[in-house]
Structure formats: structure tokens, C-alpha cells
């Protein structure tokens, strides 16, 4: 695991996005292709803006790139809650990136209907066997600590077999609406395996989750053969014992 504490949430998103260049170019020269499960939320915005400015947008060859996502709101693509809507607000409409290489999960599909058709995508990109390898995922850090649409308490923590399910969220939960999410196999086989965390909100329970042993759903994501790097901001690491 890698901690990297950045000085601000920009310099997250920078930071990050090198990582996204690099990782592109070193997957497109070892396997003539790049996947990557893009986070939803907030936090990964800045990110994904910054990817889609010439500086960055240049450096990746998009037609080789394939855009999957960690997880999904169980809502129709232009909803303003929807991950792909807001991915494709920041960065995909702004990028040559073919159609085709865009599998996003249909949210507008009844729940399990919609789980089912993304694991279908899987299985027709990575194959029918074994779990899928993405290059690179990115993943948010919610302040129950949950990652992807993987919350504490729910069904979803212990599917070991699927590489994606529909799950309700807590009733604490915002915007309330049940979702799709990829599995811990799936975040476990990531070649790279990246948390965008930011802000005070996050201090206590990045301190509790980072390197510890905590039973929460983003302590639980262990790449086996990966790399985990965590991005952080000052406000986010400033309760992390140093
Ligand atoms: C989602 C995300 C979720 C998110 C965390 C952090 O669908 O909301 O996949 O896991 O990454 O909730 O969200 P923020 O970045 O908005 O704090």
C-alpha cells in the first residue's frame, strides 16, 4: 500500500491524473489496451476534468482505452445522480473516446436486470472465465466508509462469486436509490487500485481505515497481486498517525 498525501484536493486530481496517463500508456504497450472502472461521486470531479484538458487528454490514446465503472445509481443516464452522467458531463463527452469502448452500467434497467447486462459486458470484454483484470480503478471513500456501492452491513460485502451485484444502500444513505456495484473480487484483481479521498470530513475515518485493520468495506479492498495507492489530501491524512 502507498499513501500519497498531497497538499490540496487539485493536487489530488493532479496527481491522480498522472497516474491515469501512465497507467494508460504502460497497459497500451504491455497488452495493446487500457481498462479502467472510473469512481463515482464527488470527489473523483476534479479528476476527471483535469483528464479531459489537452495537457492530459493528449497524452492518453483514447481509441485504445475501455471505460467501465465501480459502481452505478440505480437511475436513467441523464439523471442528474447517475455516475456516467456526471463522467460523461467531465471527461467522456470532452475526449475521443469510440463509443464502443464505453460500458457503462444501465442504471434504467430494473435493478438486478441491470447487474446481470453489466457482468454480460464483463464476461464479453475480459471473458466468461475468472475475474476481471482492470488496469486501473478508481474508487471514492464514502464517511461510513464505504467504497463503490459497497456498504457496511449489506449482502454485497460477502459475494464472492459475482463480479457484480444490485444492493439497496442504508437508510442514511444519499441519494437513496438502490445501486449496482462491482464485487471485492473484482477491486482485488486491479492491477491498480486507487482511493481519491479529500477533506476534514474524511480525517476519522481515513485514520481508521487506512492500514488498519478495520472491518469496513474500503479497509476490506486488498489488491492480491496490485498495487494499492491512496490519494489524499492534507485535511483528509491530518488525523493519520505520521
Ligand atoms: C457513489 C460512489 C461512492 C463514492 C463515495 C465518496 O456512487 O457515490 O461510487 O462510493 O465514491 O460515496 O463520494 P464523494 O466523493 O462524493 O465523497
Known amino acids: ?74 437511475v436513467p443516464p441523464d439523471d442528474e445522480r ?23 452500467i444501465p442504471g434504467e434497467l430494473p435493478r438486478e436486470e441491470c447487474a446481470a447486462q453489466y457482468e454480460r459486458d464483463l464476461a464479453e470484454h475480459f471473458g466468461a472465465e475468472g475475474i476481471p483484470r ?14 463503490a456501492s459497497l456498504f457496511p452491513g449489506m449482502p454485497a460485502l460477502d459475494e464472492r462469486s459475482r463480479r457484480a451485484v444490485a444492493t439497496n444502500v442504508p437508510a442514511y444513505v444519499k441519494p437513496n436509490v438502490p445501486r449496482v456495484t462491482l464485487t471485492f473480487p473484482v477491486l482485488d484483481a486491479g492491477r491498480v487500485v486507487a482511493f481519491l479521498v479529500t477533506g476534514k470530513g474524511k480525517a476519522a475515518r481515513v485514520a481508521e481505515v487506512v492500514g488498519g485493520s478495520s472491518p469496513l468495506p474500503a479497509a476490506r479492498v486488498n489488491p492480491v497481486e496490485g498495487k494499492l495507492i491512496w490519494f489524499l489530501d492534507e485535511e483528509a491524512a491530518s488525523q493519520l498517525e505520521r
Not at 92 to 103: A, E, Q, W
Request: net charge negative; proline share 6%; charged share 25%.
Open 134 to 147: 482492470f488496469d486501473l480503478i478508481l474508487l471514492g471513500m464514502g464517511d461510513d466508509g464505504h467504497t
Open 1 to 74: 500500500m502507498k499513501i500519497k498525501i498531497l497538499p490540496s484536493p487539485s493536487a489530488v486530481a493532479e496527481a491522480a491524473a498522472h497516474l491515469f496517463v501512465v497507467a494508460a500508456a504502460d497497459a497500451i504497450a504491455a497488452r495493446g489496451e487500457f481498462t479502467v472502472a472510473l469512481s463515482g461521486g464527488s470527489t473523483p470531479e476534479a479528476l476527471y476534468r483535469l483528464l479531459a484538458e489537452p495537457d492530459h487528454a493528449q497524452q492518453v490514446d483514447w481509441s485504445r482505452v475501455q471505460v467501465f465503472f465501480g459502481d452505478e445509481r440505480c
Open 82 to 104: 447517475s455516475n456516467y452522467g456526471k463522467a460523461r458531463e467531465t471527461l467522456l463527452d470532452r475526449v475521443p473516446l469510440p463509443p464502443d469502448n464505453l460500458h457503462r
